[in-house]
């Protein structure tokens, strides 16, 4: 977890209080420290470049606001998009085609042939999807997804390279998918799979390595194929509490290269981490509304519920809180923090020691940099949130809050109802 420094009991980051984005800004409000994006990058990226060639593919569905990825594209990171959509961004943003690895599921022809029109790198999830991908073109770069029957995270929704999981191709098949792709006139160029997200330790990892190494060395061994790169997917976790343990991505880095670099010929390696880089970056900004003691509870209602962060109550996820105007003050009552949202299950943190909280308060909900925005609904008809990206005192706007205006854009009237 970041420290937050503190000035007379208000919390600041990157150089600006949270009282002052909050009135500037209104709440809800994401807001992005850049430092502590870029310092998240370069950690990961030297942790692995110095033993190896290395790619760190920034996973955009994290969060895909154009200025993060132009930060992150200037500090050379390369990108695992899932949608045509995350595509086009990061284009936008300023990324060449080369640096994007596309690996989707349930990928349809129309938008593999918009991929394939972008020039990036398409990651095969199926042996339809390959057929199908011949049928468009000759010579695209491809990877092949395994499912290395090595899965793992922080719940059962976010578990992917188990064999019950929709992902990837069995390993057992995957040999035969490159001497299809080859004969199809495809250009394999890599190998990847993903074990899943939040993973907390480096096993894993090592595990789903030694999967791909070893297909890796089938690969050159039976077709004469040697992979540009061997890509082990994202996942790394981060501490969401106080109590949790760092990944020691330094230790994680050595096993994974040593293991690459000591059983087959590929010339790089490939990481695709999303929360690792942008997680601990954001916090999210959230009014207090409505204070409500009852017999039972203590209830602090915020501005902020699970259409604004939907990691709590999808997950269970705990998400850090403090009270952003009162900061470093001790903990006094326990409360639950919760939103707007009419569902009993709209809760951003249950059972937290908090100073007193008065209506007017600002909460600060920590790690809300990944999947926090991107996940962001307009469930009760409230609009999205503002993002604001802070540096050196100064804060920007990245993203406008919605209106009513937003939130009715799309809807369409038929006449017959008019009357
Ligand atoms: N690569 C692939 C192929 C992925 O599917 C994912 C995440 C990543 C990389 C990045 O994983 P990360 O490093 O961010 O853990 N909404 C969930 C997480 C879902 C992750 C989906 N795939 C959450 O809020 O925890």
């Known amino acids: ?39 998240n990058f370069k950690r990961i990226q030297q942790a692995f470049s110095c033993h190896m060639p290395a790619n760190i593919h920034y996973a955009c ?34 990324f060449k085609p080369n640096k994007i690895l596309f690996t989707g599921v349930s990928v349809s022809d129309e938008e593999m042939k918009a991929l394939v029109g972008r020039g ?56 035969r998918i490159y001497s299809e792709a080859l004969g199809l006139g495809l250009r394999p160029v890599g190998l990847h799979a993903h074990i899943g997200a ?16 070893s297909i890796a060395r089938e690969l050159e061994t039976s077709l004469g194929l040697v992979l540009e790169f061997l890509d082990i997917g994202g996942g790394i976790g981060i501490p969401y509490r106080p109590e949790d343990k760092e990944m020691d991505v330094g230790l994680l880095a050595r096993e994974v290269t040593s293991l690459i ?48 962060l939907i990691r709590p109550s999808f997950y269970g996820s705990y998400h850090h809180v ?13 409360y639950d923090v919760v939103g707007p949202i009419c569902e009993s299950g709209d809760f951003l ?24 925005f991107t996940m ?10 503002a993002e604001v990206l802070v540096k050196d005192g100064n804060a920007s706007i990245i993203r406008d809050r919605e209106s009513l205006d937003d939130i009715l854009r799309h809807q369409r009237m038929p006449s017959r109802l008019m009357v």
Not at 322 to 331: C, E, L, T, W
Not at 376 to 385: E, G, K, L
């Open 61 to 94: 569905k994290a969060n895909s606001n154009l200025a993060i990825l132009r930060i992150l594209e200037r500090e050379g990171s390369c990108i695992d998009a899932v949608s045509i959509w995350e595509v086009e961004s990061c284009l936008m943003a300023g």
């Open 349 to 372: 943190a249950r059972d937290r020691m908090l100073p007193r909280v008065a209506e007017g308060d600002i909460v600060a909900v920590y790690d809300a940099g990944a999947y926090g």
């Open 376 to 385: 962001s609904s307009q469930y009760n008809s409230r609009p999205r949130c």
């Open 322 to 334: 403090a009270v952003a105007n009162k900061f470093g003050m001790p903990g006094e009552i326990t």
């Open 198 to 213: 939040g993973v907390q330790d480096v096993a894993p990892f090592v595990q789903v390595t030694e999967v791909l190494v």
């Open 261 to 308: 670099k000591s059983g087959c010929s590929a010339r790089s390696v490939a990481v695709e981490p999303g929360r690792y880089i942008v997680a601990d970056t954001t916090v999210l900004l959230t009014k207090v509304v409505d204070v409500k003691e009852t017999p039972d509870r203590r209830f602090v209602g915020v501005d902020a519920g699970f259409n604004t």
């Open 120 to 175: 990036v790198t398409i990651n095969i999830d199926s042996p339809s999807q390959l057929i199908r991908l011949s049928k468009i073109g000759t010579d695209i770069p491809i990877s092949v997804r395994v499912n290395p029957d090595v899965g793992a995270g922080h719940h059962e929704h976010v578990v992917t390279g188990s064999k019950m999981a929709k992902f990837g191709i069995p390993k057992g098949e995957v040999v």
């Open 1 to 39: 977890m970041r420290k937050f420094e503190s000035l007379h009991n208000q919390m600041v980051i990157g150089g600006v209080t949270a009282k002052e984005l909050a009135e500037r800004f209104g709440t809800p409000l994401y807001v992005t420290d850049e430092i502590a994006v870029r310092e």
